[in-house]
């Protein structure tokens, strides 16, 4: 069963790294919002069809487990991830998906820091795990003369505002419906992408039609799919092993964006890379040692 929910959690972790591919080539020739608007109609049409298919499921659980429904903090938690998931998409114009994904992952390291704040215990390999990764963000962000790309600094702020979505979803994941409460949080995306969409973009179907696979890619697979995964590996993971595996989305979104898009990181990016990555992983090490 471990290996099942392993290897469940892992393909969980290559879609939503392959998934910032989608989203670069789907701005080829769509604005940020409108690939947005696309991407999350296909996600919540996935979960819609996973809502109908597990109702009957989730209606004894919410029994046995005395749960409550997943709608209302779902909606609330969406604007949350509207604001972390836009800050990407807009920065994914000026930065590479591999960048994006190392960068984006921050939130390993972010939220046990994060989770300071709300009364839990901080060890020392959390602040060892923040020294790697700030160190390997500045190799991989910061060029010579310390200039900054924009993309590469609005990636680091949209980390602050993962962090935060993790932490409110974690803080109710165990009180509610968890698959209403995904679809409550993509819906809440879609309406809101779909306005700034019509308020500040020309959208055009035209070109919505033509960016058909990474549209579908980036919400079937990183809304639908991925998710599934997600919920169904931890049942067999333990959370500890659960969190490393997910931060392999960094590594599967560089290799996707030098296999697919021929993004080629220099040796001091490569650097930083490896050192934000040990960073990620000295941050769970008490877990991965109880885990061993």
Avoid at 5 to 14: E, K, Q, R, V
Avoid at 28 to 45: C, D, I, K, Q
Avoid at 146 to 162: E, K, R
Wanted: hydrophobic letters at 55%; a positive charge; glycine letters at 10%.
């Amino acid at each position: 069963m471990q290996i099942k929910g392993t290897l469940m959690l892992l393909g969980a972790a290559f879609f939503w790294g392959t998934t910032f591919v989608a989203q670069s080539t789907g701005m080829e020739e769509l604005e940020p919002f409108s690939y947005a608007a696309g991407r999350y109609l296909v996600g919540f049409v996935s979960l819609v069809v996973l809502l109908i298919l597990t109702r009957r499921q989730r209606k004894i659980e919410r029994r046995q487990k005395n749960y409550g429904r997943g709608f209302l903090i779902g909606l609330i938690i969406g604007v949350v991830l509207f604001i972390a998931s836009s800050m990407q998409q807009v920065a994914l114009q000026y930065s590479t998906a591999g960048k994006a994904a190392f960068i984006t992952c921050l939130y390993i390291v972010f939220v046990p820091l994060g989770a300071k704040f709300l009364g839990k215990v901080i060890r020392r390999e959390n602040w060892i795990g923040a020294g790697l990764a700030i160190v390997g963000l500045y190799l991989l962000a910061v060029g010579e003369g310390f200039s900054v790309q924009i993309g590469d600094a609005i990636l680091f702020v949209s980390a602050f505002f993962w962090t935060a979505h993790i932490l409110m979803a974690d803080r109710f994941a165990n009180r509610v419906d968890v698959i209403e409460m995904s679809a409550a949080q993509i819906f809440m995306t879609l309406i809101l992408s779909s306005l700034t969409m019509f308020a500040i973009e020309t959208p055009r179907l035209s070109a919505m039609l033509n960016a058909w696979f990474p549209i579908i890619y980036g919400g079937l697979m990183s809304s639908g799919i991925a998710f599934t995964l997600q919920l169904y590996g931890q049942k067999y993971a333990d959370p500890s092993t659960a969190a490393i595996l997910m931060s392999f989305e960094a590594i599967f979104g560089a290799l996707a964006g030098w296999f697919f898009l021929n993004e080629v990181m220099t040796g001091r990016e490569v650097l930083g890379c490896a050192l934000m990555l040990f960073g990620m992983l000295a941050t769970q090490w008490t877990l991965i040692k109880r885990s061993v």
